[in-house]
């Protein structure tokens, strides 16, 4: 369309010169247009769309020559910027472009701008709209919920531009690995235009697990046993805490405290152990179970033990050493 609007033109010149030339005087005299002279009106300013710039991209060619004119207007100069991006292209690189071509630079003349300034239709995909998606890609990958966890990305990335018509344009997740510690996870994202990566961004995301734990209400000193006015449940961060955790009051009261708790503290396996039912020295009923019979004797504890553990005694009759598991009462079981 735009080339049929300059043959137009030109055809229209074409006849005014004509007329011209028959008053006596010819509009090449004032302009210096001749057969042979091509003028090239360049613009300031140039938004392209597609893979290349043309030289009808950035200028208005002029010249009594149509085939001239299709020609040049068709040249190639390159590949546009990246959007968001300028190039800029000046009437020396055009020259050198046509004689490239097999056009005769001496007969081209140069009207308008310097240079042109050229730019690139795009669209944009923003940077929170990149991180917006990726967040819940992340957590719907790693089973993450709004109720016990915060995953907040590190940086928000760049907007990325992609030149407008390029084709369907999506973003691909992949490569999801979650650090040691299981605080950071890392995401590959991927903007791909009909099925072609365009850019590819690196993402870092910060993870806080909660989990409702038993935590201490007040400091405990070693050796103290825990009450139920010691503890309570409460809601926090648990990334680095593993597998000695309590969930439940019950699970925790009753049992000693090995090393210092100050008051909002998790209460960990490792700051607790199990009340002893009898220590070292205690006197204590053996109660010998074999084939359906029970028999019972008086016995010396041999070392500390809680309820359910495993214990050395001395049958105090027999002077017989025995392993027994800890009962309630001062009662220690052994199987026959």
Known sequence: MRNNIRIISTLLFMFI???YVDMGWSQSEE????SSNIIINLKKHSIVNGNSILISDVAYVESLDLDMILKIDNVKLGHPPRPGRKRIIGRGEILRTLHNVGVDASGVQFDGAAEVKIEVRHITITGNEIADHSQKYLRNKLN??????VVKLQRIPNDQRVPLGSGDVKLRFSRVSVGKSGRQAYLSVDVVVDNSVYSSLGLTFDIKRFRKVVVAVDGIKPGNIIRNDNVDIASVEVSRVFDDIFTSIDDVVGMEVKRP???GDVITGKAIKKRPAMYKGDRVVILIKSSGLEVRSKGICQETGGHGEIVKVMNV??????????LNGGIVMVEG
């Open 144 to 149: 993450e919920t709004d109720e016990n966890s």
């Open 317 to 326: 009759d027999t002077k017989k050493m025995l392993l027994g598991s800890v």
């Open 261 to 263: 708790i100050r008051p």
């Open 17 to 19: 010169s004509m007329v």
């Open 31 to 34: 302009k210096g247009l001749e």
